[in-house]
């Protein structure tokens, strides 16, 4: 049976509660000496929530058990005699009978699944009719508790706000589980790794050759020195790309805000903010098929010979111009929001626009605009798709922008992805590298907090 109908199910009982509640409430309004404690709108919204909730909640359990219930009645049938006790065979063949009682498939190919497609069929749709049934139960259930406590000194009112506090609670959680789930995993596995290799020889080590086919029983800390690695993270994403994408975004932000006609601003601020929502790939293919070789050949023909299609700079250049709405929307909505006496103030004191710019509006703006380049470098440092499409997979450490570099973030790609053990080093190195990665966004983020809250404080 489908989830979905028992979603429907619970809206329905949800809104036949809420009718049938408001109807009531309204009835206490029209008493005028019954004056109710809340509005018949509350009222209603409670009996829906009773009615709503907690058929939802059973239908998710129903949709967790019932699958073990159908298998249960499949196994039980006697057509399931001839089925082994264990093993792929008869897993498969449960699997495609079930397939097809469920309309996704036209036949079978196991001969074993041909004779349970029946009792397939008639299990879902008996525990489906006992689902819907049992959801019905349950919700009207509910609701008929919640429509019995109306009353007009009922604090229905209290009560919904409350359950939306909970509800906005819930999904604030979500968010802070999901980030200690994820630090969980990384701690857990950084830690695998850290007890197979130096982590010394990880953080400061300059040779990185993992071998994921290798034995792990012979590991070499000597080839996870991820420093190359780092170098080139920081190299292309916080050196190459922010020095197109700052001063860009900053003077795209400071022509739209004080010297773009309206009407120039209504088109282009729109425009700029389409890069934004290009897809990572279409630049990958665009730094690959025409920065890089136009890059390449620029350098020779300047007399460098040794400048590679793939390199540092053509990633760098093309991930600034990727970043650039980053630092040109938090700018422009920064110098947008500083007081207009500011500026005017300057101006009436004999400054030129320029310098009231320089000197009064940069400054007050400045902590919206750190906010958005450490944005934007957090966006830079985790980018993946342009690394592995432009710069190469090369760890070197270097200085040289016309060479190959890899990152962090196509590291973890390459180890990832495979035929690699998850006991093998070389895959939980993945892992540790992750967890400098966070590390390093999470300073970040502390560094901008902080620099935005001194130079707040400064311009308040």
Do not use: C
């Amino acid at each position: 049976m489908s989830p979905a109908i028992f979603v429907l199910i619970a809206i329905g009982l949800g809104l036949v509660g809420w009718l049938a509640a408001r109807s009531r409430a309204w009835a206490f309004s029209a008493r005028r000496d019954d004056r109710p404690h809340s509005l018949p709108s509350y009222h209603g919204w409670y009996v829906a929530l009773w009615a709503f909730v907690p058929a939802v909640v059973f239908a998710i359990v129903w949709n967790i058990v019932s699958p073990q219930l159908v298998l249960q009645a499949i196994l039980s049938d006697p057509a399931a005699a001839k089925l082994p006790e264990f093993g792929i065979v008869r897993d498969s063949a449960i699997a495609e009978a079930m397939a097809v009682a469920r309309g996704g498939a036209q036949g079978v190919f196991n001969p074993l699944a041909t004779a349970l497609i029946d009792p397939a069929t008639n299990a879902m749709h008996r525990y489906g009719v006992i689902g819907i049934v049992l959801t019905l139960i349950v919700g009207f259930a509910g609701g008929a508790f919640a429509f019995l406590r109306i009353k007009p000194d009922f604090t229905a009112r209290t009560r919904v706000e409350r359950a939306v506090m909970l509800g906005l609670l819930l999904a604030s959680l979500v968010a802070i589980l999901t980030t200690f789930g994820i630090l969980a995993s990384l701690i857990f596995e950084t830690i695998r790794f850290f007890g197979m290799v130096n982590p010394l020889d990880f953080l400061f080590g300059t040779h990185w050759a993992p071998n994921p086919m290798g034995n792990p029983a012979y590991t070499d800390s000597n080839d996870y020195g991820a420093l190359p690695l780092f170098w080139g993270t920081i190299y292309i994403g916080a050196i190459i790309a922010m020095i197109v994408a700052i001063p860009l975004g900053l003077m795209s932000a400071i022509y739209l805000t004080q010297y773009a006609r309206p009407a120039v601003r209504q088109w282009m601020k729109p425009i700029l903010e389409i890069l934004a929502g290009v897809p990572t790939v279409v630049y990958g293919y665009f730094a690959a098929l025409t920065v890089a070789p136009a890059i390449r050949d620029w350098a020779q023909a300047i007399g460098i010979a040794s400048a590679s299609s793939e390199s540092a700079m053509a990633a760098g250049l093309v991930m600034g111009v990727m970043i650039i709405p980053f630092v040109s929307s938090m700018a422009d909505d920064s110098i947008a929001a500083v007081p207009a006496a500011m500026r005017d103030g300057s101006l009436a004191m004999g400054a030129t626009k320029s310098e009231t710019i320089r000197k009064v509006l940069v400054p007050a703006a400045l902590p919206g605009i750190v906010g958005g380049v450490m944005l934007a470098i957090s966006r830079a440092i985790g980018e993946t798709m342009i690394v592995v499409m432009a710069a190469g997979a090369s760890a070197r450490l270097t200085a040289n922008p016309l060479e190959s570099m890899t990152t962090v973030t196509y590291q973890i790609v390459a180890m990832l992805t495979g035929e690699g053990s998850f006991d093998h080093p070389a895959t939980l190195s993945a892992f540790a590298l992750g967890m400098v990665l966070f590390a390093v966004t999470l300073a970040l983020n502390f560094i901008a907090l902080r620099v935005v809250k001194r130079y707040r404080e400064a311009y308040e």
